[in-house]
């Protein structure tokens, strides 16, 4: 079956920078873009950013843009998630998913879900 199985997450200081992976197995990865979700403690799961088949396109929720890069590798079947100038407000549960039917920007178009990864960022 497939499983998606994201790793990074900590603590980090504001300013600070993480770097989350997430490795799937049990499906075609190179065939599926691949989204990144956060949900904070009594919030809904937002939507973070996302990255096509091939890596060649990326996109990004604005509170993010400038600071997060998305990047893949096909051959490992790996999407990372590389955040910068950390905020408080970024303390969340990170989760990739992948294979979404339509919308990349829509966390129940998506087919599968890792089990996610905490990242806190202290004041």
């Known amino acids: 079956q497939v499983q998606l199985v994201e790793s990074g997450g900590g603590l980090v200081q504001t300013g600070g920078s993480l770097r989350l992976s997430c490795a799937a197995s049990?499906?075609?990865?190179?065939?599926?873009?691949m989204g990144w979700f956060r949900q904070a403690p009594g919030k809904e799961r937002d939507y973070v950013g996302a990255?096509?088949?091939?890596?060649?396109?990326?996109y990004f929720a604005d509170f993010v843009k400038g600071r997060f890069a998305i990047s893949r590798d096909n051959a490992k079947n790996t999407v990372y998630l590389q955040m910068n100038s950390l905020k408080p407000e970024d303390t969340a549960v990170y989760y990739c998913?992948?294979?979404?039917?339509?919308?990349?920007?829509?966390?129940?178009?998506?087919?599968?879900w890792g089990q996610g990864t905490q990242v806190t960022v202290s004041s």
């Open positions: 990255i096509n088949r091939s890596g060649s396109g990326t």
């Open positions: 998913a992948a294979d979404p039917r339509s919308s990349l920007y829509r966390s129940d178009e998506y087919r599968y």
């Open positions: 049990g499906l075609s990865f190179s065939s599926s873009a």
